[in-house]
């Protein structure tokens, strides 16, 4: 075998590895550039347009049939994606930043459980592109035909949307509105129009992306959220909105991807991770983003009024709340009981990202990271140090809020989306580590045998055990929130400029609000490790730190009762729907109900409902 | 107008609010129905995170409790199943497993797919007492370094396969071995599952190359070229699904399993196996299941009861779920009642007869004997098919009875 041509070829894969990453990027990157939605549902477009092309290329047949199959897929799935921007996101552009993306959650859900009504249970396996079955031969080495065609393939798209952003109207109006999209509409543009538009484009893109990877590969239940992480990190890695960008950052992770294998052939978890976590740190807004001015993360709506202390009339209901749970025992079965001991799990959890990305300003899409960080230190400490569990729920939240410093020293130097994806490097970097550490870890095979001391080992010992810790992690967030340290770090949220000038470190504020809320994500996780008895790295990945996102922002962000709200809101639903066969339809589809009837979550309806009699102010509109 | 929106909103608002309040209070109100007669069995399942594997599982389960119940149940009461997703996650899993326990009153657990979850309900068993019989997790830590009392495992182990798999290559002459596995436990228990038997036997191998893609997310392409780039004599390959169909495309174009011996783990199993159709591998030395070519009398009865009910062949998933439920009914009938306690040592030292042969739990580790199909893959009406295969009998493939004896915790 030839060296040289070894690694041109080498070097070509990852290249057409690159393509499909790139369409699918580019298209979130457009979206997100534009509307400022975080799309969630991008990787299910991505899996749509697999399983839709698969579907015309059965009916059409031939070389012509499989090539308009792949375009006819990316339009479908462009509609699709008009669709969901229809009937759905344009109703909740107003609510506070972020709230879309509970929206494309739900649309993730019904997607999942849709596709496997439609096509079945079995993965698809890809039909060979006609006239590209075969392989070239390279200085000795072979390469598939096709993969110079997905590379002419990305070439192309790259060269038609450089095209369509720097020589048409619209394409213009996009790249305006990416920069200051207020004043696009002050400007008379029809921004709705703007908006479907890039929806429709970065859905077919996507789509598209889905459809050209057929003869690599095929259709399966799993490719949206397989794809979903590495479409996001593409993105953020090339900067969010810039399509140049994307590319480099599709070509830059694939082949350091096909090169890292010979190295290191266990980097393939966390390679990509890796190298965001690096891009973020020396360039803040990715390799060709630029800076977002100050003020504009997409912050729309009136701004918040300053948090006042809670009422008589509502500790009233606190205690009143409290009362509930201490009585719950005596007319409560078992089970109930459980799903309680998991609800003020959640609770806690949500509430301690809340504190962080409501009133701290700092959104984390690795929460994770310390919910798992504190569940593998009991874990760690009880199997090693055969430590008793009351040592073990305290080390929990001290070890996590270590690892929320050093995490934190990185990403408060961050803001909004960028900071968000950074502490979601960290996370996967974490998680990684506890995945592939089998040695101490036990890796994914986990950490086994965990159980509370004998005193709280019965139901309702751990159920009273598990609510004071909960309830007291809730009320210490209350209280830090309300105390000189609350009203610092909600003064750096507001206003970076003005809070410096009055003399505070905004930059350590933030930093160990951070960690503090880090430390009580890492008490949530130390309770979940003795109520389940087991801990995998699970924990600490990216679905765990979504279900804390939808949590929160499913209560309302700008609620302070938010997370009480969307925890018991999503744990209980998600008990009660789990056992309907297509649980997952059902789920997605009330979780867009509520985002679409509750655009400032849960708890703000129940605010603008009940506020005034708890001596809530109503925000000024 | 705005203040028509308004309302419009808040009575939406409040309608799903109330809906809420209604399907709460509901559930809350739903007393547990006790009928005296059934006995019920909770079987968890990964159904919406691999369907492709567990609805054959489920189905083959259901077929197995019509049978049992149209003979009479178990004891005089029939069998009723409790089925439950566990969507993929072992806090889930452990959640439904209180559930089912302690609300739905199931005198047992069994099922499940992933070995994450397999693990952590064997924990949950082990500390709550309840007897789970873990279907299809392969790790071998379910029944060896974290082995319990109440926890038993029917499927072959990743240890067991692989011994197998290792046992019919070091036939071959090959020398140099290349491995490629997912980049998880299971891919790394079944690597070093195959070594350690492989290297035993034939000294004289080596193994010149290791691909760890992560599960699901194979750059295919990239790890053909690493692999060729190798030069092995056999490659050893412990990727499936998803995965598995990319890497038989690239390898295929690639030239990577010209002149070369591939060993499959799984590879022949119909849920992986059958989607790819022509393009699937031949000459591949493979566990799996053909269905097609049993012919002992039980198979056939059991094929033709599933084809009957279904409209469709079975999967490994089938046979599994199948056999799952009859060592229920069977270790129900010596235990005499659904006591945990009587359950566990009824369960220890089972023997019965299932479509696949005898099968026993060994009282040493709680393994069943259950084995498996090893076989050679071939092309056949544009569809992959074993050939040559031998039932390989679990009975056959342990380590000695002190090294297990040593893994198993005491207790």
Known sequence: MNDLGFYLVQALTGLSSASALFLVASGLSIIFGVTRVVNFAHGSFYMLGAYIAYTFVERLGGALGFWAAVLLAGVAVGAIGVVVELLILRRVYQAPELFQLVATFGVILVIQDLALLTWGAEDLFGPAAPGLEGTVNILGTRLPEYDLALIAL????????????????????????????????????????????????????AGLGGAAQLPKGGADLLMDFNILAAVFVVVVVGGMGSIPGAFLAAVLISELGAFGILVIPQSTLVLMF???????????????????????????????????????????????????????????????????????????????????????????????????GG?????????????PMEVALLFAPAMAGVLALLFGWFCVRLTG??????????AQVGWSIVFQWGEVTGGDDGILGIWPSEWASNRLAFYYLSMLASAGGILALQYVLHSPFGYAMRACRDSVVRSASIGIDVRRQQWFAFAFSGALAGLAGGLFVFSKGSVFPDEMSIPRSFDALIMVLLGGVKTVLGPLAGAVTFTWLQDEIGRLEYWRFVLGALIIAIVVAFPQGIAGFLRARLGPWFGVREMEA | MNRLKHAITGITGSGILAGLAFVLAGSLHAAPAFAADPIRIGDINSYKRLPAHTIPYKMG?????????????????????????????????????????????????????????????TSFAGEKKVLYVAAEPLADALVWANGNRYTFRLRPSTYMQASMLAREAAKNPAKRWATIAPNYAYGKDAVAAFKKVLTAIRPDVEFVAEQWPGLFKID???????????????????????????FVREGKLRGLFEDRLVVGLLTGEPEYLDPLKGEAPEGWLVTGYPWYDIDTPEHAAFLAAYQGKYDDYPRIGSIVGYNTMLTVAALITRAGSTDTEAMVDALEGLSFDAPTGPITFRALDHQSTMGAYVGWTTLEDGRGKMVDWTYMDGADHFPPDDEVRAMRPSS
């Open chain 1, 375 to 387: 569940a593998y230190a009991a874990a760690l400490l009880v199997k090693y140090a055969g430590s």
């Open chain 1, 274 to 372: 890796v190298v965001m976590a690096v891009v973020l740190i020396f360039r803040p807004w990715g390799l060709l983003g630029r800076p977002e001015a100050p003020g504009q993360h997409g912050q729309v709506g009136p701004p918040e009024p300053p948090l006042r202390p809670p009422g008589p009339r509502l500790r009233a209901a606190g205690l009143l709340l409290l009362a509930v749970l201490l009585a719950l025992p005596a007319f409560a079965d078992d089970f109930t009981l459980v799903l309680a001991v998991e609800i003020a799990i959640m609770a806690l959890f949500a509430a301690s990202l809340h504190f962080a990305m409501g009133p701290g300003g700092m959104v984390s899409f690795g929460h994770a990271a310390f919910f798992g």
């Open chain 2, 220 to 246: 295919a392409g990239a790890e053909v070229q690493a692999l060729a780039a190798a030069e092995p004599e056999a490659i050893y390959n412990v990727t499936f699904g998803g995965d598995l169909a990319k």
């Open chain 1, 417 to 426: 989306v960028y900071l968000a994806m950074l502490t979601l490097a960290f």
């Open chain 1, 154 to 205: 990305s070439l192309v798209v790259l060269g038609a949307l450089t095209l369509l952003f720097h020589r048409t109207r619209w394409g213009t109006l996009v790249r305006a509105a990416t920069e200051d999209r207020e004043m696009v509409g002050a400007l008379g543009v029809n921004q709705s129009w703007l908006f479907t538009g890039t929806f429709f484009l970065g859905s077919m893109l």
């Open chain 2, 61 to 121: 389960v259901e077929l197995a409790i019509e049978e049992i119940n149209a003979e009479g149940g178990v004891l005089g009461r029939p069998l009723e199943l409790v089925s439950r997703d566990d969507a993929g996650k072992p806090g889930e899993a452990v959640k439904i497993a209180e559930e089912l326990i302690s609300k739905d009153r199931v005198a047992l657990i069994s099922g499940t797919l992933f070995s994450h979850i397999g693990l952590a309900l």
